[in-house]
């Protein structure tokens, strides 16, 4: 390497390359797996040096020179690196974005890896001062001041003082000026992992979970578990063995859970089994809470890392075990910008450090369980509910037959009753919030539609308003038709109305609905959670985020208010979905001592699926579905990549998948299919019109090597300006 190298730089812009630098003009050059500070057009941007090189094809004359190197030594190594460059080349995805997408807020910015953190403590002179005698005159001051006598020398984080004692700057100003109290910055530390003082013992084993942890034990290196249980098997217990494995070889483990999964009730559950406080990282986290727990995996302070989705990126030191809880959960998969599957990636991170990844679900996707046919994964199987819960009783209401009433079938509002009257707690699923999710006029027959998108607006009564569950558009609900003057009503339920009914029928019932209108506010979705868990709220109404993970003691009657939307759905996937989420809601019913009981509403009681789902359960269903995706060659039998874009001209949006088409031409060969372009499902939202390019092909190389060569040539393409366009690699939603 010459004395002055090529920095190869990632910068945070959306083209598909390094940009190259000198190394500063004083200095020593960035290590690889620094940030650094390069000019880019008029601005200063934060790069990470990706690579050194010794030359570059840019003419020396024109090659600039990298500014400020924002760290000593490198924020990523080798292994992150790698994983990052993978992510980029897999997802078609700016290696800029990728690193943005990597890395914790604070560091994007350019910030420090150790941000220096203000702290006032009392000085000898605060200590010796009459604090009583002050109280008298200044109780505000007093009581900053024996606040801090308590913390001692080391004083508080401002940080701390602001949430003990909101108003304190202002009580401090005097105390400052007599000398009492002082300020000093100190290097944020790296996170001190604090011991919860007692382990708490859990149950012992069962056989099941025995064979199961004794085959994951089977191997320290790359392996991949599918840990296919039942839900309530006790999967959870089984991790925690192996976590703990891992803590006593002084290996760390980064368990990615579902956005809605990271619940307090988990938190407290794995700690207190550990004796650990484990790192956390997920979307809801101050940018400095989320550094911390960043800084505690890389340097190895923090042995068990649970986070969401983009966790996955989470450096760290000595790295031993990843584990993804309910696999199957569409959170993993980002739906916007970079689209990448953390799940995916947890594997492709795993086979890279070379560790196990085990990756947990009572409803396995049929990808994996594809994989584990092959035999490029182990299925281990959890069949039966842990401890003396049974499974729970399924049977199906036919809508069609009984009648529905707001939503509630009179089948269905007996069961209630009596799991009620026997001290039971009841779940509705009904996946829509809202109170309803279509205005009609009783008159003309006109329906309140969305003025951006191809959609309707949905009433939400508690707010008086309509609203777009797709482009957030909100207008007022009024009571007369747009079109003729008559008067509107409501049509369908959603979650309001469902609470609605059930207050007027059950009203000695506390009634608690979940959803993400209901939690919006700070703290009411752990209150709600509470509630139910406890107890106190006998009926639960609620969304999908109601349907994952929890675990409700008291819960013993799961009521499914509308199965039919996923049984005539248009994607590949709607019945794998359907089934998921039914069996996932269902498995919330009798997970202690009482058998729990599901009914499920539906107006097409003979359709295959359900006979197929209630005799055989998840796993006949997953087998049939297999056999059908290889006979109509969808994935896991394909491979595909859905190209979109959006203008605000219906052409645009065509002409610039025109393009695409054409640049592929006949690169892909007999391997490549090309379908479309064609209008999106929903062809105009937020006032853009989307269109769509679907590649498919059996050949997952192939499919790779046309889009590789796609991409510059689409960045640089003179129809894109005009667009909003993206590659979704393995994509989930075709729309
Ligand atoms: P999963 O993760 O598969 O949903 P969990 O690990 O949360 O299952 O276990 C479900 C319930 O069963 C929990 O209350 C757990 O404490 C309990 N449990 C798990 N394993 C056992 C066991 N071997 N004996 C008794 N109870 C168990
Ligand atoms: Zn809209």
Same mark, same amino acid.
């Given at each position: 390497m010459s004395n002055s190298p090529i920095l190869k730089v990632a910068v945070n812009v959306p083209l598909s390359r390094d940009f190259d630098y000198l190394a500063p003009a004083r200095g020593t050059a960035p290590a690889?797996?620094?940030?650094?500070?390069?000019?880019?057009?008029?601005?200063?941007?934060?790069?990470?040096?990706?690579?050194q090189a010794d030359?570059?094809?840019?003419?020396?004359?024109?090659?600039?020179?990298?500014?400020?190197?924002?760290?000593?030594?490198?924020?990523?190594?080798?292994?992150?690196?790698?994983?990052?460059?993978?992510t980029s080349d897999y997802y078609h995805h700016p290696i800029g974005e990728v690193v943005s997408a990597a890395l914790p807020g604070l560091l994007r910015q350019g910030k420090p890896l150790h941000p220096s953190i203000e702290r006032v403590s009392i000085t000898d002179a605060g200590v010796h001062?009459?604090?009583?005698?002050?109280?008298?005159?200044?109780?505000?001051?007093?009581?900053?001041?024996?606040?801090?006598?308590?913390?001692?020398?080391?004083?508080?984080?401002?940080?701390?003082?602001?949430?003990?004692?909101?108003?304190?700057?202002?009580?401090?100003?005097?105390?400052?000026?007599?000398?009492?109290?002082?300020?000093?910055?100190?290097?944020?530390?790296?996170?001190?992992?604090?011991?919860?003082?007692?382990?708490?013992?859990?149950?012992?084993?069962?056989?099941?979970q025995r064979r199961a942890l004794a085959e994951l034990r089977g191997s320290d290196a790359y392996a991949a578990y599918l840990l296919d249980g039942v839900t309530g098997s006790g999967k959870t217990e089984v991790y925690l063995q192996r976590i703990q494995d891992m803590l006593d070889r002084g290996k760390q483990t980064l368990l990615l859970v579902p956005e809605i999964g990271l619940t307090p009730q988990l938190v407290s559950r794995l700690g207190g089994r550990l004796g650990l406080q484990p790192a956390l990282l997920h979307s809801a986290l101050s940018d400095t809470a989320r550094l911390a727990a960043w800084r505690a995996a890389r340097s190895g302070a923090a042995r068990l890392i649970v986070g969401t989705r983009s966790a996955i990126f989470t450096p760290m030191k000595n790295p031993g075990l990843i584990i993804v809880d309910e696999e199957h959960d569409h959170s993993f998969k980002q739906q916007e910008g970079l689209r990448y599957s953390a799940r995916d990636l947890a594997i492709a991170r795993a086979r890279n450090l070379d560790i196990p990844v085990i990756l947990g679900s009572a409803t396995p996707t049929l990808e994996m369980l594809q994989h584990c046919r092959t035999g490029a994964y182990r299925q281990i199987l959890l069949p039966s509910r842990a401890g003396n819960a049974k499974p729970p009783a399924m049977r199906l209401v036919d809508t069609m037959r009984a009648g529905t009433s707001d939503g509630i079938s009179e089948p269905l509002a007996e069961s209630i009753a009596s799991h009620l009257d026997s001290d039971g707690q009841v779940l509705l699923f009904l996946n829509r919030r809202g109170f309803a999710?279509?205005?009609?006029?009783?008159?003309?027959?006109?329906?309140?539609?969305?003025?951006?998108?191809?959609?309707?607006?949905?009433?939400?009564?508690?707010?008086?308003?309509?609203?777009?569950?797709?482009?957030?558009?909100?207008?007022?609900?009024?009571?007369?038709?747009?079109?003729?003057?008559?008067?509107?009503?409501?049509?369908?339920?959603?979650?309001?109305?469902?609470?609605?009914?059930?207050?007027?029928?059950?009203?000695?019932?506390v009634i608690s609905r979940i959803d993400s209108d209901s939690t919006r506010l700070k703290g009411a979705m752990h209150e709600a959670l509470e509630g139910a868990t406890l107890?106190?709220?006998?009926?639960?109404?609620?969304?999908?985020?109601?349907?994952?993970?929890?675990?409700?003691?008291?819960?013993?009657?799961?009521?499914?208010?509308?199965?039919?939307?996923?049984?005539?759905?248009?994607?590949?996937?709607?019945?794998?979905? !359907?089934?998921?989420?039914?069996?996932? #809601? $269902?498995?919330?019913?009798? &997970?202690? *001592?009482? =058998?729990?009981?599901?009914?499920?509403?539906?107006?097409?009681?003979?359709?295959?699926?359900?006979?197929t789902l209630l005799e055989g359960g998840y796993r006949k269903l997953s087998d049939e579905a297999i056999r059908e995706r290889e006979l109509t060659r969808w994935p896991p039998f394909t491979w595909l990549a859905l190209l979109r874009s959006a203008a605000h001209k219906k052409a645009d949006a065509h002409r610039f998948l025109d393009v695409a088409r054409r640049q592929i031409g006949d690169t892909g060969g007999? !391997?490549?299919?090309?379908?479309?372009? #064609? $209008?999106?499902?929903?062809? &105009?939202? *937020?006032? =853009?019109?989307?269109?769509?390019?679907?590649?498919?092909?059996?050949?997952?190389?192939?499919?790779?090597?046309?889009?590789?060569?796609l991409r510059p040539a689409l960045e640089g393409d003179a129809t894109a300006r005009k667009v909003r366009w993206s590659i979704d690699v393995d994509p989930i939603e075709l729309f």
């Open positions: 690889v797996g620094c940030r650094v500070l390069v000019p880019f057009g008029r601005r200063q941007q934060v790069g990470l040096v990706t690579a030359k570059s094809h840019i003419p020396s004359s024109k090659i600039k020179h990298a500014g400020e190197v924002l760290d000593e030594s490198p924020l990523l190594d080798a292994s992150d690196l790698w994983l990052i460059r993978f001062s009459d604090i009583e005698g002050l109280g008298r005159r200044a109780p505000k001051q007093a009581e900053l001041l024996a606040i801090l006598n308590d913390a001692g020398g080391d004083g508080l984080e401002t940080d701390l003082l602001t949430e003990m004692l909101p108003a304190w700057r202002r009580a401090a100003r005097g105390l400052f000026d007599k000398g009492l109290i002082a300020r000093f910055s100190a290097r944020a530390e790296d996170y001190d992992e604090q011991l919860v003082a007692e382990k708490v013992a859990g149950p012992t084993l069962n056989a099941d999710p279509t205005l009609i006029c009783s008159q003309c027959g006109h329906i309140a539609g969305c003025e951006r998108c191809d959609s309707r607006l949905t009433v939400h009564a508690r707010s008086r308003e309509l609203r777009c569950h797709h482009c957030g558009h909100v207008r007022a609900l009024r009571d007369n038709c747009d079109e003729c003057g008559e008067t509107v009503r409501p049509l369908g339920e959603g979650t309001e109305r469902l609470e609605d009914a059930l207050l007027r029928r059950f009203p000695n019932a107890g106190t709220a006998n009926i639960l109404v609620g969304t999908q985020m109601l349907s994952k993970g929890h675990h409700f003691p008291k819960l013993t009657m799961v009521g499914v208010i509308n199965a039919d939307q996923g049984l005539f759905g248009t994607d590949f996937r709607s019945a794998e979905r !359907m089934a998921q989420s039914i069996i996932q #809601v $269902a498995g919330r019913a009798g &997970r202690e *001592a009482r =058998r729990g009981e599901v009914l499920i509403q539906t107006a097409f009681p003979d359709n295959v699926f359900w006979k007999e !391997m490549l299919r090309i379908l479309g372009p #064609v $209008a999106a499902p929903m062809a &105009r939202k *937020a006032g =853009r019109y989307r269109a769509q390019l679907l590649l498919q092909s059996s050949d997952r190389a192939t499919l790779h090597r046309v889009l590789r060569d």
